[in-house]
């Protein structure tokens, strides 16, 4: 049977008229992102950064979320650390290691004075040390500040399914 027979191209037509016919109903769709989005529309009150990759994370957060000085507005406040470690244990000696930089971030919502959120989430980045002083110093420090900002990726998910309201599906 071809694709050009008459009766296997009736069928794919009310099929895709059928699935066009019930997509139609869906009307409350909401984007996430944009100068229109659910997330610009929280408006949040966010803590002061204490250490650089508070500093990463918080812009980040920022410029999805927006930021209010309206004390009824929930408060977010995150601490950020950073670690280091190998990735793989060798017996071997290699120039170069492999490593992984983890920033773990303590988030706390408080809203109306009630604690509603206090998690603990990561975010990671892979880099190389190949033991030259200022290069690994300097691949430690971009590889710390990318994961800050996975970090924030993960922390912005965090936040949206703690302060947005849940549709019921139709």
Same mark, same amino acid.
């Given at each position: ?34 100068? =229109? ?46 670690? +280091? ?20 971030? =303590? ?16 975010? +990671? ?32 998910? +965090? ?12």
């Amino acid at each position: 049977m071809s694709w050009s027979s008459s009766p296997l191209r009736a069928a794919l037509a009310a099929v895709s008229l059928a699935a066009a016919a019930s997509l139609a109903g869906c009307s409350g769709l909401t984007p996430v992102y944009g100068t =229109n989005g659910a997330a610009q529309a929280l408006k949040l009150s966010f803590d002061q950064p204490t250490n650089p990759l508070e500093q990463v994370v918080y812009q980040d957060l920022q410029r999805d979320f927006g930021t209010t000085d309206d004390p009824t507005a929930p408060q977010v406040s995150i601490r950020v650390s950073a670690a +280091t470690r190998a990735l793989a244990q060798s017996t071997t000696t290699d120039p170069a290691a492999t490593e992984l930089a983890t920033a773990t971030g =303590n988030l706390k919502i408080k809203h109306d004075g009630q604690l509603i959120a206090n998690v603990s989430r990561q975010g +990671t980045a892979t880099f190389t040390q190949d033991y030259q002083g200022i290069a690994d110093y300097t691949a430690i420090n971009a590889a710390e500040e990318q994961a800050a900002h996975a970090l924030a990726e993960t922390l912005e998910l +965090t936040i949206m399914s703690t302060l947005l309201p849940s549709t019921p599906t139709q």
